[in-house]
């Protein structure tokens, strides 16, 4: 790995520790299971960023690079997706769907990635690309195109329209702007970091898996200040 890059996966899986350690906290305290399911995405998020560490620092394995893939490419960005859907969806039917359809492309998200072949002399690069370790357009190549880029759509989109419901309430100021911080996180992760990713740029992407989630995690902590008048506070924010 590029000289000192290894600290920003390792503090990129650290703060997401901490991040999921809390939220399992308060899901102990409250048992909302949105709390729970955004641990389990985070826990992912620590994970694949150790991996990047390790393979960094000490040259990509398949089993690694599997990891890596499957944790941070295809699935942590489904399970925030689904959290934040637990968060704000309220009708039975839809909710059972969503954990149905859950269930499923983790299954096959495994499935593919496991048994998924791999091209040995790719993982050379310090920083390899799912295009060329997989072969491009093969199953698990297009695994995040067609899992974890729909669900960023749903994870932002439900963050702003929850920010937008809070817009110019003073008493929830707060977890407005720490809405808005979670999505920003989430962008610079699946956008930036992707992009970053795809081109090989090794720096940059270490550097944004370290942003990202430590912008999530502000947002987070924002918007789990109490609300200064908690009785008119709605039912369907973070920090809930």
């Known amino acids: 790995m590029l000289r000192g890059m ?17 939220l399992m906290r308060q899901w102990f305290d409250r048992r909302r299971p949105y709390q729970a ?7 992912m998020y620590a994970v694949a960023c150790f991996e990047v560490f390790l393979g960094g620092l000490g040259g990509w394995t398949s089993g690694e690079f599997r990891v890596y893939w499957l944790f941070g490419a295809v699935l942590n960005v489904p399970f925030l997706a689904l959290g934040e859907l637990e968060l704000l969806v309220k009708h039975k039917g839809v909710r059972a769907a969503m954990y149905v359809i859950t269930v499923f492309v983790t299954a096959y998200a ?37 899992v974890s880029i729909p669900a960023y759509v749903v994870l932002v989109g439900g963050a702003v329209w929850s920010a937008a419901r809070m817009r110019g309430r003073a008493e929830l100021r707060d977890r407005f702007f720490g809405t808005l911080l979670i999505a920003l996180g989430a962008t610079v992760i699946a956008g930036f970091g992707s992009a970053f990713a795809a ?19 502000w947002g987070f902590l924002r918007a789990s200040r109490q609300a200064r008048s908690p009785a ?9």
């Open 110 to 146: 495994i499935a593919r990635v496991r048994t998924a072949g791999i091209h040995p002399q790719a993982l050379a690069e310090d920083l390899p690309s799912g295009k060329e370790v997989f072969g491009d357009g093969s199953p698990a190549h297009r695994l995040p195109q067609l």
């Open 37 to 43: 399911i955004w641990a389990v995405a985070l826990l």
């Open 6 to 22: 290894w600290v920003f996966p390792l503090l990129a899986a650290l703060i997401a520790l901490v991040f999921a350690g809390l």
């Open 232 to 240: 008119t506070a709605p039912a369907d924010t973070p920090a809930a």
């Open 199 to 217: 081109l090989g740029y090794l720096a940059a992407f270490t550097i944004s898996l370290l942003a990202g989630i430590a912008i999530m995690f």
